[in-house]
């Protein structure tokens, strides 16, 4: 069965903490990962990872996937309090079918 | 340009109704997906649309459950004989085509409680 893991579930860090989300992913043919920002309901695009090995930046936020271990990283540098959110993993499987983990709940403090 | 648009936002229901959630997608968009997310879960898949046909509903819990977009635009997903359990808060995404080439845009959800 095609699963999606991520780790911490959820983590508590301070303004200016720079932080590190995992994804692991076991699927019958892969196409694709993708890391999503859920902060009320729904889910923003940040970043889509087809190549293993190549880093997305996106200001402070960057993501490499890693095709030989099944994973990918999300980092994020000097948090803020506004990064706080679930960060939701994806993988496509095939053509079309998209399979989410149960995401890393991020809270930044003040 | 205008996103995703689902409605209503919120629905109270009681045990045993029908309900029907609707879903807008981006104009032009061909494929459409519906998913439902519960308290600490990820989006978890119900059904996908290529156009006007239903392409993989496999994700469907039971035949309670069904959807429609019979214009290839907008699409309802159809609840009968709600039950507690079914309560969550259901996600509409739409992509320009169903490959693994293009990323989902997600509405704003319609969260669903069944009393």
């Known amino acids: 069965e095609d699963k999606v893991v991520q780790s911490p579930l959820s983590l508590v860090v301070h303004e200016g903490d720079t932080v590190t989300l995992n994804c692991s992913y076991e699927?019958?043919?892969?196409?694709?990962l993708l890391w999503y920002k859920q902060e009320k309901k729904a889910p923003t695009f940040l970043f889509m990872l087809?190549?293993?090995?190549i880093e997305k930046k996106s200001g402070r936020l960057s993501s490499i996937l890693d095709k030989k271990e099944l994973s990918s990283i999300l980092n994020i540098t000097a948090t803020q309090t506004g990064d706080s959110a679930i960060y939701l993993c994806?993988?496509?499987?095939?053509?079309?079918?998209?399979?989410f983990g149960t995401g890393t709940r991020l809270k930044v403090l003040a | 340009g205008a996103g995703v648009s689902q409605t209503p936002s919120n629905k109270v229901t009681e045990k045993g109704k029908y309900v029907e959630l609707r879903c807008d997608p981006i104009?032009?968009?061909?494929?459409l997906y519906w998913y439902r997310q519960s308290l600490g879960q990820g989006p978890e898949f119900l059904i996908y649309?290529?156009?006007?046909?239903?392409?993989?509903d496999s994700g469907l819990p039971n035949d309670r459950f069904f959807a429609v977009r019979p214009e290839g635009s907008v699409s309802t997903l159809k609840i009968q004989r709600t039950e507690r359990g079914d309560s969550a808060v259901y996600l509409c995404?739409?992509?320009?085509?169903?490959?693994?080439?293009?990323?989902?845009?997600f509405g704003p959800g319609t969260r669903l409680t069944v009393t």
């Open positions: 995404a739409s992509s320009l085509a169903g490959t693994s080439g293009y990323e989902q845009y």
């Open positions: 087809t190549s293993s090995g």
């Open positions: 699927v019958t043919n892969f196409r694709s």
């Open positions: 649309f290529q156009g006007t046909g239903a392409a993989d």
């Open positions: 994806a993988v496509i499987s095939g053509t079309y079918k998209y399979i």
């Open positions: 104009s032009g968009h061909t494929a």
